[in-house]
């Protein structure tokens, strides 16, 4: 199983960034596919999870209003499309793997996810 996440960088407050996974190797049952983010010092936080293939969407609060999830099936591949990043949304990204519960993909369960990338950094500056 393999989760490469891509795209980060520094960006300025306001603008925008895409961040990518992709997903190569793991099994079906691993129906939702997530982005987790963690600041230096703080615990790991869900922001958004989708169901692949079928495309449900969830957000936690970190990942509400500003942030959407999406997928290219077609590449096997994740997004996180962040709009008018916050220097508070600084952190290390990454992307998880695991299986739905009852049918949802809990954007907040970091225990329900057992497949997990190296994360990509994403640097917010005023």
């Known amino acids: 199983v393999q989760l490469v996440e891509s795209g980060g960088g520094s960006v300025q407050a306001g603008s925008s960034l895409r961040l990518s996974c992709a997903a190569s190797?793991?099994?079906?049952?691993?129906?939702?596919m997530a982005w987790f983010r963690q600041a230096p010092g703080k615990e790991r936080e869900g922001v958004a999870a989708i169901q692949t293939p079928g495309g449900s969407t969830y957000y936690a609060d970190s990942g509400e209003g500003r942030f959407t999830i999406s997928q290219d099936n077609a590449k096997n591949t994740v997004y996180l499309q962040m709009n008018s990043p916050k220097p508070e949304d600084t952190a290390m990204y990454y992307c998880a793997a695991g299986p739905s519960s009852g049918g949802y993909c809990f954007p907040e369960s970091r225990w329900l996810y057992n497949y997990w990338g190296q994360g990509t950094q994403v640097t917010v500056y005023s």
């Open positions: 190797g793991y099994p079906h049952s691993s129906n939702c």
